[in-house]
């Protein structure tokens, strides 16, 4: 069996304040990608990862992997599987990563072992292993509230159109973005000025995605440094994309 491990995209993100337990209280539009990581699975004495793709090596420790934890969650100690993750995604890269791994762990291995856990279950644990864990484990248009944890059914008018992600090759750390916040609002991402203060090239892949024909709405995905624009036909993405710097990791896909 095999699940997609879909990349997130924020179509909106407004941070609200610190909270007393240390987090973000935020209010934010998630949309996917059609298009992400690979998880697959087969029989197996235990539970394993392997990691495979161009970004296999940029993990760190496999065991802790948070495909692991969830698999963990699930009771998996007692049943066994033998997993592989193929690394598509760039590490920090504000698309989901990790928690789009996860959830889709989640997803799989309830088949797996034909576990038959409703939607509600699912995403309690799928809280236990991060904030922006449930709206993966939904991947579809949702407004996460709170920590981006709490959910409601949204819309977006963009649903189904050309999608084409960017990544300059930085890695940048959620964390440290969130302590480079001051308070202040910005135009689509409140997380946008202090990501480019750690990463300026955020700003030249915004530039390129704005001065492209055909781009009707373009911003940069959670905390960063991953971009996006959204065209209005494929034929446009990919003259976009054709027109990139190679040094710059891309992905052509489609909002789901």
């Not at 802790?64 to 590490?91: F, H, I, M, Q, S």
Request: glycine fraction near 12%; hydrophobic fraction near 40%.
């Amino acid at each position: 069996m095999e699940e997609i491990a879909y990349a997130k995209v924020n179509l909106e993100l407004r941070v609200r304040g610190l909270r007393r337990d240390g987090y973000h209280e935020i209010d934010t539009l998630f949309a996917f990608a059609e298009d992400g990581d690979r998880l697959s699975v087969a029989q197996g004495e235990g539970l394993s990862l392997r990691v495979t793709g161009d970004f296999a090596g940029r993990l760190n420790d496999p065991e802790d992997n948070l495909v692991l934890r969830a698999a963990r969650l699930l009771g998996g100690e007692g049943r066994g599987a033998a997993l592989t993750l193929d690394k598509r995604l760039p590490v920090a890269a504000g698309i989901g990563g990790g928690s789009a791994d996860a959830a889709a762990a989640l997803r799989l291995l309830d088949r797996w072992w034909d576990l038959g856990l409703g939607q509600a279950e699912l995403l309690a644990l799928a809280g236990r292993l991060g904030a922006d864990v449930p709206a993966c484990l939904r991947s579809q248009t949702v407004r996460g509230t709170s920590r981006g944890d709490r959910l409601e059914p949204a819309r977006t008018p963009h649903s189904g159109k050309p999608l084409l992600l960017v990544n300059p090759g930085v890695p940048v750390a959620t964390a440290d973005v969130f302590r480079r916040w001051r308070g202040l609002e910005s135009d689509g991402n409140d997380l946008e000025p202090p990501a480019r203060e750690i990463a300026p090239e955020i700003g030249e892949v915004l530039e390129a995605l704005r001065a492209a024909d055909g781009a009707g709405f373009v911003g940069m995905s959670g905390s960063g440094a991953t971009c996006f624009a959204i065209f209005d036909s494929e034929a446009g993405r990919d003259s976009a994309e054709r027109g990139l710097p190679r040094r710059w990791w891309r992905l052509s896909s489609r909002l789901r």
